[in-house]
């Protein structure tokens, strides 16, 4: 039970925070006290009705900002990630309204915490904003009347969207905590506060002071930039946009911080403030290879070619099975087209049928239980991915054997890379089922990388079944045409840490490490980037290879920072 739960987190984790409507219930503050207003709630239906914490976070908001105590409440339903999970309430202005686009927050239902508020803003032709230093007093008032106790201090004002956001920053023993533990604060332009945004409700995480190292002994500033600098925190490398390009895909030189930025619990250059040693996580192990390149070219646009295709790469035959081709154009303009081989249980769609690869009709024979797929470019016929699944034979006797899968993967290598000698960063993300084998070139020493890839991607990634030794997965991230700016443009090293440094010096911070196994949190005092140019993050799904939230470009030294 508890693994379908995980699951179903995942996956709606994986669509960005659905709303799952459990409950509908409406009870009027108007008119009647909080408290009277929370128990008829509660009695409208005791089954599915929002819990008593939930009504009493209500009560105490409707206390902090009395403007919502005229307002109908709409418990509407679960709210499951990213960033926050609770229970959703909306305000609504009109006793015939509707809560969809009026003002709304979200609780934890255990506790009633208040985790996130979004009010609409007022629309007014002449803002009147409060000056920054009324807002920041303003956010604390707030924030220590949803709990008293923590310390926070107000750090930078930043006006946009319509709104000003001030961040609130945690502090003990005058450190402050990592970003985690961070608040943002919204006023409208009629000086409302309007949102509040935290991570996963660290606002109310109470946290042992006896827990926390003192900052007593610590390394003195000075002596830390020096050991961030001698560690060389920096790497260089070409950056391809996300989105393909129509004929040729310019490359961004930049200077990115080394094992993440918001991946973790602290900037990959963040230092132990004790030790001056760096604390980032293990980085995954990578082998350089050397490919030299056949240079064939894999395009398919037609049946005939797109068969060829995979009787010469794949080595597969696909005359005796169905085919499907269909094309899908996207927003971004980009098109692709699908060659889908193979038979589909009954009803299933063909616009379905990529999701459904592996899923085989009863009855059929084995030779027929194999689905192909090529996906590639409908303008220029590129091959972009292929897959390849058939049904396991029952009482299997296959081994594993991953020197072979690697021998093999590496030869399908020397075909998709372009011609001549090609350089490789080379790492093995599979499991013992599947060896997943992703490659990404260097030239000229330097890696190139996507905005966005995922740490189990590359501008190759090879599948392979380490049963049965098949490739059942490739994919071809890297464009035909890259224009690559030249190395010798690039500033220093040296000058691109002084650019990070003077935008985010370093800072003293607790940081807290959570074991994985146990949930247990420790905390570590080191010297980090003051990062509090970017809001708190969660990360669902898989970890990405590159974080490109901070980096310097290497062309202009401009600092970039993509919130």
């Not at 049963?467 to 040296?494: C, F």
Request: charged fraction near 25%; charge should be positive.
């Amino acid at each position: 039970m508890s693994h379908l739960s995980d699951l179903k987190k995942t996956v709606l984790c994986a669509l960005t925070g659905a709303l799952t409507a459990t409950s509908m219930l409406v009870a009027p503050f108007a008119g009647a006290s909080a408290e009277t207003s929370a128990r008829s709630v509660l009695a409208a239906n005791a089954e599915r009705a929002v819990s008593a914490p939930v009504a009493k976070g209500v009560q105490k908001l409707v206390r902090l900002l009395p403007e919502l105590a005229s307002r109908k409440v709409v418990y509407g339903g679960d709210v499951d990630g990213p960033g926050v999970s609770g229970v959703k309430v909306s305000f609504v202005r009109a006793a015939t309204g509707t809560a969809q686009g009026e003002d709304s927050a979200i609780f934890d239902r255990a506790t009633g915490n208040l985790l996130q508020l979004d009010l609409v803003p007022a629309k007014r032709a002449k803002p009147a904003f409060p000056t920054d230093q009324q807002a920041k007093t303003r956010a604390k008032t707030f924030l220590t009347g949803l709990l008293a106790g923590n310390t926070y201090q107000a750090r930078e004002v930043k006006k946009e969207a319509g709104k000003l956001t001030v961040r609130m920053v945690r502090k003990v023993n005058n450190v402050v905590f990592d970003d985690a533990y961070d608040s943002l604060v919204s006023f409208d332009a009629s000086g409302r506060l309007v949102g509040l945004r935290m991570f996963d409700g660290r606002l109310y995480e109470t946290v042992n002071p006896a827990a926390l190292p003192s900052p007593q002994r610590v390394i003195s500033p000075a002596q830390a930039v020096g050991k961030w600098k001698g560690q060389r925190p920096l790497e260089l490398v070409y950056l391809l946009p996300e989105q393909e390009q129509n004929n040729q895909t310019a490359a961004r030189l930049a200077y990115i911080v080394k094992d993440g930025v918001i991946s973790q619990e602290h900037t990959g250059s963040a230092l132990d403030a004790f030790s001056g040693k760096r604390l980032a996580a293990p980085v995954q192990q990578t082998n350089i290879v050397n490919v030299t390149g056949t240079g064939e070219t894999w395009r398919a646009q037609t049946e005939s070619e797109a068969r060829q295709l995979l009787r010469i790469l794949f080595k597969l035959e696909s005359a005796k099975l169905p085919l499907t081709v269909r094309d899908e154009k996207y927003a971004d303009g980009q098109e692709r087209r699908f060659f889908i081989w193979g038979y589909f249980p009954e009803g299933v769609a063909d616009a379905d049928k990529k999701y459904r690869i592996g899923s085989f009709p009863e009855g059929i024979s084995q030779a027929q239980n194999q689905h192909m797929m090529l996906e590639t470019d409908a303008k220029t016929g590129r091959l972009i991915r292929f897959v390849y699944k058939q049904a396991e034979e029952q009482g299997s006797t296959a081994k594993t054997d991953k020197n072979r899968d690697r021998k093999g993967a590496e030869a399908l290598l020397r075909r998709l890379v372009p011609s001549g000698s090609n350089q490789l960063r080379l790492a093995d993300v599979g499991t013992d089922k599947y060896t997943t084998l992703v490659a990404d070139p260097l030239i000229g020493g330097i890696p190139v990388y996507r905005v966005g890839q995922m740490e189990q991607e590359g501008m190759y990634t090879i599948t392979v079944n380490a049963w049965t030794g098949k490739v059942e997965e490739v994919i071809v991230k890297r464009p035909d045409n890259m224009v690559l700016p030249a190395p010798s443009k690039a500033i220093h090293e040296q000058k691109a840490m002084e650019r990070l440094l003077q935008a985010m010096p370093l800072e003293l911070t607790y940081i807290h490490q959570k074991d994985r196994q146990t949930g247990a949190i420790s905390w570590k005092l080191g010297y980090d980037l003051s990062f509090r140019q970017t809001r708190s993050h969660c990360f669902c799904g898989g970890d990405g290879k590159r974080d490109t939230t901070v980096y310097v470009d290497a062309l202009t030294g401009q600092l970039v920072v993509n919130e």
